[in-house]
């Protein structure tokens, strides 16, 4: 199970809800990904357009909400948007993420921690999306955050574990849950990061830009799983120099072998 | 500057949009009369969270500048 915070999930791959061409599609997909941890943003009403009803459906999914603070260009901009978040929803969860450069969208990791921290200390759970930062995310877990939500690549751009290196030493060095997220666009991404020993993954892009979400969402869950118990039962050594998995030593000068290919050699004369 | 006209009708600006309402109308009237949802959003009056506790009791003021929110799909 993940634990995250006090709260268990059986699933270890969370979902995001952005990019599907429309509600039913995503909702589909979410369920076949049997996701329970679904991030979601928030924004303005625009009274032009009348109120697109995304909640309702999701939480008679029965998934728990996990509100991110996109928009944010800094510490103080993410507070208000946890605090209003929790009067919104009514949780506590928060997605912390603050990227002001809209090109890479690379998360501030100064305004970061400045907002962990306070919100850490008013009691929200906070998971924090960060660039793949050995040093930031021990921070980030001395300060209290529930997780830590180190990068891939950069969000939405499909490349995979691009930080690979830096993944495995925050792996190493977390005491609370890694969470690889962004930039992972395929399942098998998501698997090798299950592999190296990530807590779980979020995935949203990859999943609702394949041209059959619902499909690609079950094969996130599989991979996910298999990533897992990979993990568990443990991966061989990565050796540089090949070991035999077959014996050799001797094979040709088997007495038996070599009168049966005399054998062999003179019928076939 | 605050305008209330003498038959009670304030102006106020609400998700960017000028309105006019009646005066003493608290937030939790003022989304029902603006056809917006009451639950899943959240209010900020002059970049100020408002508790939902506090709708009801808290009246809409002449030149409020009033943002209701909601969830939007998002990763």
């Given at each position: 199970?993940?634990?995250?915070?006090?709260?268990?999930?059986?699933?270890?791959?969370?979902?995001?809800?952005?990019?599907?061409?429309?509600?039913?599609?995503?909702?589909?997909?979410?369920?076949s990904s049997g996701?329970?941890?679904?991030t979601l943003?928030?924004k303005?009403i625009?009274l032009?357009r009348?109120?697109?009803n995304?909640l309702?459906?999701?939480?008679?999914m029965?998934v728990?909400?996990?509100?991110?603070?996109?928009?944010?260009?800094?510490?103080k901009?993410?507070?208000?948007a946890a605090?209003?978040?929790?009067?919104m929803?009514?949780?506590?969860w928060?997605?912390?993420?603050?990227?002001p450069?809209?090109?890479?969208?690379?998360?501030d990791?100064?305004?970061?921690l400045?907002?962990?921290?306070?919100?850490?200390?008013?009691?929200?759970?906070?998971?924090p999306?960060?660039?793949?930062?050995?040093?930031?995310?021990?921070?980030?877990?001395?300060?209290?955050c529930a997780?830590?939500m180190?990068?891939?690549?950069?969000?939405?751009?499909?490349?995979?574990?691009?930080?690979?290196t830096f993944?495995?030493?925050?792996?190493?060095?977390?005491?609370?849950p890694?969470?690889?997220d962004?930039?992972?666009?395929?399942?098998?991404?998501?698997c090798?990061?299950?592999?190296?020993?990530?807590?779980?993954v979020?995935?949203?892009?990859?999943?609702a830009?394949s041209?059959?979400p619902?499909?690609?969402?079950?094969?996130?869950?599989?991979?996910?799983?298999?990533g897992?118990?990979?993990?568990?039962?443990g991966?061989?050594?990565v050796?540089n120099?090949a070991?035999?998995t077959?014996?050799?030593?001797g094979?040709?000068s088997?007495?038996?072998?070599n009168?049966l290919?005399?054998?062999v050699?003179s019928?076939g004369? | 500057m605050?305008?209330?006209d003498?038959?009670?009708?304030?102006?106020l600006?609400?998700?960017?949009?000028?309105?006019?309402?009646?005066?003493?109308?608290?937030?939790?009237?003022?989304?029902?009369l603006?056809?917006l949802?009451?639950q899943?959003v959240?209010?900020?009056?002059?970049?100020?969270?408002?508790?939902?506790?506090?709708?009801?009791?808290?009246v809409?003021?002449?030149?409020?500048?009033?943002?209701?929110f909601?969830?939007v799909?998002g990763g």
């Open positions: 199970m993940l634990t995250i915070a006090d709260h268990q999930f059986s699933s270890r791959l969370l979902t995001g809800t952005g990019k599907f061409s429309n509600h039913n599609t995503m909702l589909q997909a979410i369920a996701s329970q941890l679904v943003a928030m303005r625009d032009t009348g109120h697109d995304l309702g459906p999701l939480q008679s029965g728990k909400l996990l509100p991110n603070t996109a928009g944010a260009r800094n510490a901009e993410a507070i208000f605090e209003l978040a929790y009067e929803l009514g949780t506590k928060i997605k912390l993420e603050i990227h450069d809209p090109k890479y969208l690379m998360p990791p100064i305004e970061t400045i907002a962990a921290q306070h919100l850490c200390e008013q009691g929200y759970v906070v998971m999306y960060v660039h793949a930062d050995p040093v930031l995310c021990m921070r980030l877990e001395e300060v209290g997780a830590v180190p990068l891939g690549s950069p969000i939405g751009s499909n490349q995979g574990l691009a930080t690979e993944l495995s030493i925050i792996i190493e060095q977390a005491n609370i890694v969470i690889v962004a930039g992972i666009g395929a399942p098998s991404q998501a090798r990061a299950m592999e190296m020993g990530a807590a779980a979020l995935v949203n892009t990859a999943i830009s041209a059959n619902q499909q690609m969402a079950k094969c996130f869950a599989d991979a996910v799983a298999t897992r118990q990979a993990y568990l039962a991966l061989g050594a050796n120099h070991h035999a077959s014996p050799l030593t094979f040709l088997e007495p038996t072998i009168s290919a005399k054998s050699n019928k004369g | 605050t305008q209330t003498p038959h009670g009708v304030i102006t600006h609400l998700n960017g949009v000028e309105q006019q309402v009646r005066a003493n109308l608290n937030l939790a009237e003022l989304l029902i603006s056809d949802p009451t899943g959240a209010i900020v009056v002059n970049d100020t969270v408002v508790p939902r506790s506090r709708w009801m009791h808290a809409c003021q002449a030149d409020d500048n009033i943002t209701v909601s969830a799909a």
